[in-house]
């Protein structure tokens, strides 16, 4: 439909301003490009300091690689916070995934075309589990997803106590370590797909507006014939969906399934997330922005280990990101209700 | 002005404007220690801007309060209690889980040293409001236990514990029994006798008639009447709530409506204490009236036609066919819409765009390949840019944020959600509340348009002078009960008056 440009927003968030309406305006353009001029600083700053280690290919293919994996599934989760709810689960479901995919292939014997489906089809439904819970339970999303997600966990221990055969075949390993094009790696490629479809279904289809409607004013949406469970149901189960991906790329490039291994992306999908809502659009959740929001992240923390910053930094500048993220994303939504 | 009354409290040129309305204008009252003072007005008149201006919730622009011979200024609600005001609101502001000892003190707790509080002491300050009252229930029960009657006395013993020289109650009987009723008036008449000065705000006028010892009338922001007992009548009174010459507005020239086959019929509908057993018709190419006053069951009717609540008795038929319950997309897909009365928090996407809001019920029309879930975005913008012409609504274009525009152009942007070739039904709740006069024109005469196009429309409104220029049709409720129907000449705002006030009338004939 007629997604709303920045600079059309701009001029018609301007014709509100009042006297005094300058610090406002600041505060709008900080909280709005922010994100973006942090990232292009953050690169600036880097390039100069470390000009051979830091602004090589090799190292931006490598952020970038990285940063696939936290995208996927901060995009998952980006479509349940578009709809305005959260989903707490989705780090526990890519370690769960993560097992089950590893078991599936090289303890059950599967075929990798097989064994995938099947787990990214496992991912599907546990986030609708989490969506009945939360539409048709009517259980807070935090609650819900928690307690998935924790029983995720343990099932996790129970599943990983059978013995794992060792072999995991190299086609599953090279999932993640292909190259096919230009030497650029796989998970940039699938990141870009799962990134693409979702912000077709969000910007294009009928659905994707009504996911929109849903998380902007859910009583309005329900008073216009949206079938708003419906809605909530399928942003969840795209969050589980995406958290498989995430958690199947993580175990081929790990080469096995290991308990917990993708526990952790939980809090940097959070923070790129909500970074991602403070860039361009005022507060609004959206994908591109999610995508900024993860290199943010993805620089910062290569920059972190470049410079050799020692291993307590990474949580604090982990837990800093998250805060900041959050109060910009808080901020924007102010700013924007001139 | 020079005030020569001998009143305890009295209110001299009260104003107040909210942007460009006038919700209160030089209003003058007095208020004397152990009367029961009934204010009555219709929706809007400025009897709650009044309270509330009283309560220090709102700041009155202009006038003074002099209480006891002392000009006094209530800027907060402390300074009103201070000043021995003391407000219940219809809804009871209470705690539900905690007991009525802990909801009288609320706020104002018997305190020891170190910030504890003092239960030996509170608890006696409690027991002694509440016996002033001869509360018979134990005050240790939480207050989510107590019956609503039960409920008030909770809220009266805590202003008494407060030392209200004055007790201020809004539609106290609302959600009352008769029995329960007549208990809380014999208490409204022991603190009366007692020396306490009962503001009492009722739609009820048998009632308002039989408590107080004097009564004042508001319309448009204004006093009009100040009667003691005996003075008026209830025919009397309704006059004066109604106004000046009651005229015939001018009503447009009569539509020809074909009343043969209803396109949309409500059966019997119930749900709760708010809608009971209401039926009427729609015909096509009707512009029908639901009136009656705030809590009458017109929007609940609305909605549960519409689907939004759960339907406890009775049927819709459209189109001579059973309308499935209980959901809104069956209904949207059978061509019902509704515009609902909140139009910011049951209506709009602030942050949307004016075309995203008008689209969003019709999505599936504006699919580029139908069956595919893709949109085309040619197609949305066509169709909101034909709707802004067509309503003449404005806008910088469809992409326009609509939070940015007039409450009148949101408005219109609403109705055009449901503009679509499928519409048999449109309700509307409220429609030109809050939006200019031009406007209001404008929506009036797209709804008679959608009429002369063959949809049938149901108006909601308070405003009785709206429902008599825009309805062909109008039936009233009055607490939930269809209390009587009004076609052609018949439609004037006196009658839509004593329609939506005839409950007690009818008590006899209809229960």
């Known amino acids: 439909m007629t997604p709303t440009t920045p600079a059309f927003a701009a001029g018609a968030s301007s014709t509100a301003l009042a006297p005094g309406g300058r610090r406002r305006r600041v505060l709008m353009i900080i909280s709005r490009y922010g994100t973006l001029i942090g990232l292009l600083g953050m690169i600036v700053a880097f390039s100069i300091k470390a000009p051979t280690t830091f602004l090589t290919v090799p190292n931006f293919l490598n952020i970038l690689n990285q940063g696939s994996l936290t995208a996927i599934i901060a995009a998952g989760l980006t479509m349940t916070l578009v709809v305005g709810e959260f989903d707490l689960s989705i780090g526990y479901v890519a370690s769960f995934a993560g097992l089950l995919v590893v078991g599936f292939i090289a303890r059950d014997g599967l075929p990798v075309l097989i064994g995938i489906p099947l787990v990214l089809l496992i991912g599907a439904a546990i986030g609708t589990v989490n969506g009945v819970l939360v539409t048709k339970v009517r259980i807070n999303a935090v609650i819900a997803t928690l307690g998935v997600g924790t029983i995720l966990v343990g099932a996790g221990f129970a599943y990983s106590s059978f013995p794992i055969a060792s072999g995991v075949p190299a086609e599953f390993i090279a999932i993640s370590l292909g190259k096919p094009i230009l030497g650029i790696p796989n998970p940039i490629f699938i990141m870009l797909i799962v990134l693409a479809i979702l912000w077709v279904i969000l910007n294009k289809t009928d659905l994707g507006q009504k996911m929109q409607a849903v998380g902007g004013n859910i009583e309005a949406a329900r008073l216009s014939g949206i079938r708003v469970d419906r809605v909530k149901i399928f942003a969840f189960a795209t969050a589980g969906v995406c958290a498989a991906i995430t958690g199947t790329l993580l175990s081929s490039l790990l080469g096995s399934g290991t308990l917990a291994a993708a526990d952790g992306y939980l809090l940097d999908a959070f923070a790129a997330v909500f970074l991602g809502s403070a860039t361009l659009r005022d507060g609004e959740f959206h994908i591109l922005g999610t995508l900024i929001g993860v290199l943010i992240i993805a620089v910062g923390f290569n920059g972190l280990s470049i410079f050799g910053a020692p291993t307590f930094f990474q949580p604090i500048f982990k837990g800093a990101i998250l805060v900041l993220a959050v109060g910009l994303s808080t901020l924007a939504r102010r700013y924007s209700k001139a | ?511």
């Not at chain 2, 048998?206 to 100040?226: A, H, K, N, Q």
């Not at chain 2, 959901?327 to 515009?339: Q, T």
């Not at chain 2, 996407?349 to 075309?355: D, I, P």
Request: with cysteine.
């Open chain 2, 1 to 511: 002005m020079q005030s020569n009354s001998d009143a305890w409290l009295q209110v001299r040129e009260f104003s107040k404007h909210f942007g460009g309305a006038r919700a209160l204008s030089e209003v003058d009252i007095d208020i004397h220690r152990g009367e029961v003072h009934g204010l009555v007005g219709a929706n809007g008149a400025g009897k709650s801007t009044l309270i509330r201006s009283l309560a220090g919730v709102i700041t009155p622009d202009s006038g003074t309060l002099t209480i006891d011979g002392v000009e006094t200024r209530i800027a907060r609600p402390s300074d009103a209690e201070a000043a021995g005001l003391g407000f219940i609101h219809q809804e009871l502001n209470l705690v539900p889980h905690f007991d009525s000892v802990q909801n009288i003190l609320l706020g104002a707790p018997k305190v020891k040293r170190f910030g504890m509080v003092d239960w030996k002491a509170s608890r006696k300050v409690a027991y002694e409001a509440a016996e002033r009252i001869g509360v018979q229930f134990p005050l240790d029960r939480r207050v989510d236990e107590l019956s609503v009657a039960e409920r008030w006395l909770v809220m009266i013993s805590k202003a008494l514990a407060r030392d209200a020289a004055m007790i201020a109650m809004d539609e106290p009987t609302a959600s009352l029994s008769d029995a329960e009723s007549q208990q809380l008036f014999t208490v409204v008449r022991d603190l009366a006798a007692d020396g306490v000065a009962i503001l009492y705000v009722s739609h009820r006028l048998d009632e308002v008639l039989d408590l107080s010892d004097r009564i004042t009338v508001f319309r448009d922001g204004r006093v009009t009447e100040t009667a003691l007992r005996g003075d008026l009548d209830k025919r009397g009174l309704i006059r004066a709530i109604v106004g000046r010459e009651v005229a015939a507005a001018t009503r447009p020239e009569a539509r020809v409506v074909d009343r043969v086959d209803p396109i949309f019929e409500a059966k019997a509908v119930s749900r709760g204490r708010m809608v009971k057993d209401v039926s009427f018709q729609l015909y096509k190419g009707e512009v029908l009236g639901l009136g009656g006053l705030v809590g009458a069951g017109r929007t609940e009717v609305a909605r549960l036609a519409f689907g939004a609540d759960k339907l406890e008795g009775g049927s819709f038929e459209l189109q001579g066919e059973l309308l499935p319950p209980n959901s809104i997309p069956v209904a949207v897909g059978k061509g019902i819409g509704l515009v609902p009365e909140e139009r910011r928090s049951e209506g709009l996407m602030l942050e949307k765009s004016v075309a995203y809001n008008m689209n969003i019920a019709v999505l599936k029309s504006l699919r580029s390949v139908p069956g595919l879930p893709f949109l085309s975005s040619a197609r949305s913008r066509s169709r909101a840019q034909d709707l802004i012409t067509q309503l003449s609504i404005k806008t910088p274009g469809p992409g326009a944020r609509i939070g940015g525009l007039s409450g009148g152009n949101q408005q219109k942007a609403l109705l055009a959600r449901w503009l679509t070739p499928d519409i048999k039904v449109l309700f509307l709740d409220e429609p030109s509340r809050g939006v200019d006069i031009g406007a209001r024109q404008e929506i009036h005469s797209a709804i008679r348009k959608l009429a002369d196009d063959g949809i049938g429309a149901i108006v909601i409104s308070s405003d009785v002078e709206e429902l008599a220029v825009l309805c062909d049709r109008i039936v009233v409720l009055c607490e939930g009960v269809v209390s009587g129907e009004l076609v052609g000449d018949d439609i004037t705002e006196q009658r839509i008056i004593e329609l939506s006030y005839s409950h007690i009338d009818n008590q006899g004939d209809t229960e």
